[in-house]
Nanobody
């Protein structure tokens, strides 16, 4: 059983930056495609960023392109999400998720296709 633990959330002013981390145990993540999703109160969960275990490719939701960056670190035990120029509407609980399926394209955004989820880390963007 893969366990995922998110960290790095907190309160940040609009335009600020945060780096979220997703730590895995007891396995490393090189065999998993990783996604970051977020959910704000009263809203649907939405995908933000993904990194494939098949070819290392990354994909982003349109509204975060150029501001967010997903990467693998620490010998594949951590996947990070660097978030820059944060906006108040991006306040949400951010979740890390993993799948062994070789998802591509639109399938990356389907949260039901991911097998493992962390409990989330809260990001609040406010002045």
């Amino acid at each position: 059983q893969l366990h995922l633990v998110e960290s790095g959330g907190g309160l940040v002013q609009p335009g600020g930056s945060l780096k979220l981390s997703c730590a895995a145990a007891p396995y490393t993540l090189e065999r998993y495609t990783i996604g970051w999703f977020r959910q704000a109160p009263g809203k649907e969960r939405e995908g933000v960023a993904y990194i494939s275990h098949v070819d290392g490719s990354t994909n982003y939701e349109d509204s975060v392109k150029g501001r967010f960056s997903i990467s693998r670190e620490n010998a594949e035990t951590v996947v990070s999400l660097q978030m820059n120029s944060l906006k108040p509407e991006e306040t949400a609980n951010y979740y890390c998720t993993a799948t062994t399926q070789p998802l591509r394209g639109i399938y990356l955004t389907n949260s039901e296709l991911y097998e493992y989820w962390g409990r989330g880390t809260q990001v609040t963007v406010s002045s």
